[in-house]
């Protein structure tokens, strides 16, 4: 088992899989002045440990990188759940996510690749989050929710539920969403309003 990516966010991924008796071999990363984290040495070329078989997480938290990495490298990637978590048998949670302490999904819900829910975060029932999203510490999404692709959900930040939230947007910390969000928008406040859009060529 190797994470890609050697910061804080690996720090979490560590525990996680230490506490599900999970062995980690060591991390991967393109900066090459980290040379351990948690005690693990760091490897700075990815191609070094790569074959059909090797299992691996991406651990790093922003979600372009992450889609870019799991694009140009074909690892075998693994989920991993915090034993606190609530996981509903009637979910699907796809491989490379992330579910942190004390997070909770309800039946019905789907949870695509590569996403991050964070620590007490609250998925309700029915919700479809698609690849690479982030939803952060808190975050409490209601019933029948969707999430697009890479979009990222601040710490605290409230959804009401049938809202549908599109692909590569922005709800800032604490906002609360009653009604639909559009692609790129970036949105803060309550009730949450657009304030701008991030640049769709980063995508």
């Known amino acids: 088992m190797y994470l890609y990516g050697a910061s804080g966010h690996a720090k979490v991924i560590i525990d996680i899989l230490l506490r599900n008796g999970q ?3 060591a991390l991967i990363d393109d900066n090459r002045s980290v040379q351990e984290l948690y005690g693990y040495s760091v490897i700075h070329n990815a191609a070094e440990v790569l074959h059909a078989k090797t299992e691996c997480i991406i651990s790093i938290g ?8 799991a694009e140009k490298w074909s690892f075998t990637y693994i989920i991993a759940i915090e034993p606190s978590a609530q996981i ?7 491989s490379g996510t992330v579910v942190m302490a004390n997070v909770a999904v309800n039946a019905g819900s789907y949870i695509g690749k590569h996403c991050i829910l964070n620590t007490n975060c609250s998925i309700d029932h029915d919700c479809v989050l698609e690849d690479y999203v982030h939803i952060s510490p808190n975050v409490a999404l209601a ?4 999430v697009g692709e ?7 930040a409230c959804v009401i539920q049938g809202i549908r939230i599109g692909k590569w ?4 910390a604490g906002t609360v969403i009653i009604k639909d969000v559009p692609d790129y928008a ?18």
């Open 23 to 25: 062995s980690i071999k």
């Open 62 to 69: 922003n979600n372009k990188v992450r889609k870019l990495i």
């Open 88 to 94: 509903s048998r009637g979910s699907t949670i796809e």
């Open 143 to 146: 019933g029948n929710i969707s």
């Open 150 to 156: 890479g979009t990222h959900i601040g710490i605290g």
């Open 169 to 172: 947007a922005t709800v800032g």
């Open 186 to 203: 970036v949105v803060t406040g309550n009730p949450g309003k657009v304030i701008r859009y991030n640049n769709q060529d980063e995508e």
